[in-house]
């Protein structure tokens, strides 16, 4: 399609510098720093913003019941390292995205960005943390303020990690490098004998990256973070894992466990592993996802391994059978903006797709060096601390509706809300959304859009609820709860009707009704690696997501958003209070 403006699989897959807690007593300083990074061989070196002054961050490994303090000093100091723009046209003469290239395809930089001084607060994502501590995104810390955050790590073993949360510019402190894994570890896994740390044991955080180019056309190591008028998240062209963009590593025929992470701000990665122009996807096995374990061992749906923003998978992939000198490679076959599309795993190496701002599908080579074999089965049990979750045993529990909707805005980029939607009581007058359910309808109002609106929901401490997420938009949206995880009860088919002007800035009337759209090609199932603890789950389009929340130990205000970074900068968040039950009776 077009040729790749660096080599693919010259660099070796870099492994990020690990910061066990327990070697530190617990107590961890790291320092936010401005670095210099190597993005590629070929590349000049980037300006970054990062936490230990390092793309990705250091990884902190921390063991369940052991609580870490973390100092989060914070030492940026001179400009914002990442140029900000929106290319004037989304396409060129050829019809090709200005997403898809080098460069700033004509765009003027944001001097809003160039201002940017280095504000931060650090949000744990997936951790079970005292609201003081998650992040809240306009609690910041300026360079020179102190943030000593305490983390309990009273939770399940898992991949989390850590990140910039600033409300408005996270799309931008994260783009910049403000990013780093977060291993909890406990007994359970270690009694199933999974592999623990390098070189077995790999890490890998997906990111997409774009730079900037000189008078003559050559990259200058310079980050971009590039919109246009057409779609306001940044699809850049370039896969960077663990900071190197289409790395390689060398491995034994044996087994191994990937940690996944896709910390991309808006792109979905469908991963299809490839040999020989056929995919091997029978070689990995999926064992955990975003809060840890499963039940039992999955395979990876046929297509391929989809992980939306901020999505995790524990994977063991076995290369044990391979002769040395084996390639395999890893393949993204998802076009952007993601909208659940299917697309075949056989046809991975050719996934190419301009127009779905996809011009290069590799994401990382694996060499097969040595021999040997592997001496790991896969456990058939793996956890047995929870249960799933059934609808009928949630029938008495406090139910919220969400509908996720975009609002075309004129001469800037649109803006997306979660509107929390309230029984309409008979007397309202005005906008509803009627949600017609078979025989039954129920119109709601809606009672809050914007994230300075007021808090709607006040969940209590030990109560299971079930959150409805209703997508009226025509992409897929990754929505995180903040807080304690989740389990995905359904995920149901809907049609629904806007009329003109129906999408106000607060108000909303829409018709939605629990049935199939005839044009409808999705499938609307929920994967069996979703069957799991979950903090981040995709709502497709034409699709009702509903989900079983549960929060425990902090009370507090807490957020939930879109994980699409461009989203959530662009509003999709809203707060929410977790509630001790004996408070309630003063909240009126
Ligand atoms: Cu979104």
Request: charged share 20%.
């Amino acid at each position: 399609m077009t040729t790749p403006p660096l080599a693919p699989f010259v660099d070796a897959l870099p492994l990020p510098s690990r910061l066990v807690a327990a070697e530190h007593d617990g107590r961890l300083t790291v320092a936010i720093r401005a670095g210099q990074h190597r993005f590629h061989r070929d590349l000049p070196v980037s300006s970054i913003w990062g936490f230990a002054g390092t793309v990705p961050g250091p990884t902190i490994e921390a063991e369940r019941g052991q609580p870490v303090t973390v100092e989060w000093r914070n030492e940026l100091e001179g400009a914002f390292p990442v140029t900000d723009t929106i290319a004037p046209k989304a396409t060129d003469a050829e019809g090709v995205s200005g997403q898809c290239v080098p460069g700033l395809s004509g765009g003027d930089p944001s001097s809003d960005a160039a201002r940017l001084t280095g504000n931060t607060v650090v949000h744990l994502h997936g951790g079970l943390t005292p609201a003081s501590y998650d992040g809240w995104a306009e609690n910041l810390f300026a360079p020179g303020q102190p943030a000593v955050f305490h983390y309990p790590m009273i939770q399940r073993a898992a991949l989390l990690w850590y990140h910039d949360h600033v409300l408005g510019i996270t799309k931008l402190d994260v783009y910049a490098g403000l990013a780093g894994l977060w291993i909890v570890r406990e007994g359970r896994e270690r009694e199933l004998r999974l592999p623990e740390e390098p070189p077995f044991e790999v890490p890998l955080l997906l990111q997409d990256r774009n730079f900037d180019v000189d008078e003559h056309g050559q990259l200058t190591g310079r980050l971009v973070h590039k919109t246009d008028p057409d779609v306001m998240e940044a699809f850049p062209p370039l896969t960077v894992v663990n900071g190197k963009v289409w790395p390689m590593l060398d491995v034994q025929p044996t087994m191994y466990r990937f940690r996944v992470l896709n910390g991309s701000n808006a792109r979905t990665y469908r991963l299809v592993l490839m040999r020989d122009g056929a995919p091997e996807l029978e070689r990995i096995t999926q064992i955990g996802t975003d809060h840890g374990l499963l039940r039992a061992p999955v395979s990876l749906p046929a297509d391929g391994l989809v992980l939306a923003s901020a999505e995790r998978a524990d994977l063991l992939v076995d290369f044990s059978g391979l002769q040395a000198g084996t390639e395999l490679t890893i393949f993204n076959t998802a076009a952007a903006p993601f909208d659940g599309s299917p697309f075949p795993a056989a046809d991975a190496e050719h996934a190419a797709n301009l127009r779905g701002l996809l011009p290069y599908p590799h994401v990382l080579r694996l060499l097969v060096t040595g021999d040997g074999s592997s001496g790991i089965s896969i456990p058939r049990e793996l956890a047995t601390d929870y249960e799933p979750l059934s609808s009928e045993a949630l029938a008495g529990a406090r139910r919220r509706a969400i509908a996720l909707v975009e609002r075309e805005m004129e001469g800037e980029p649109n803006m997306l809300t979660m509107r929390e939607l309230a029984v309409a009581a008979e007397a309202d007058s005005g906008p509803v959304v009627s949600v017609v359910d078979g025989a039954e309808t129920t119109a709601y109002r809606v009672v809050a859009a914007h994230f300075e609106d007021a808090t709607t929901f006040f969940p209590m401490l030990g109560e299971h609820e079930v959150w409805q997420l209703i997508n009226l938009t025509g992409d897929t949206h990754p929505i995180h709860v903040h807080l304690d995880p989740f389990q995905i009860l359904t995920r149901r088919p809907i049609h629904y009707d806007i009329p003109d002007g129906g999408i106000g800035e607060r108000d909303l009337a829409a018709t939605v009704t629990l049935e199939r759209d005839p044009k409808d090609e999705l499938d609307h199932a929920i994967d069996e690696n979703e069957r799991g603890l979950k903090d981040t789950i995709r709502v497709n389009p034409n699709e009702i997501v509903e989900i079983a929340v549960r929060f425990t130990n902090y009370s507090g205000r807490y957020m939930y958003h879109c994980h699409i970074l461009e989203h959530e900068d662009r509003d999709m968040m809203r707060p929410f209070v977790t509630m001790a039950p004996e408070l309630m009776p003063f909240m009126t």
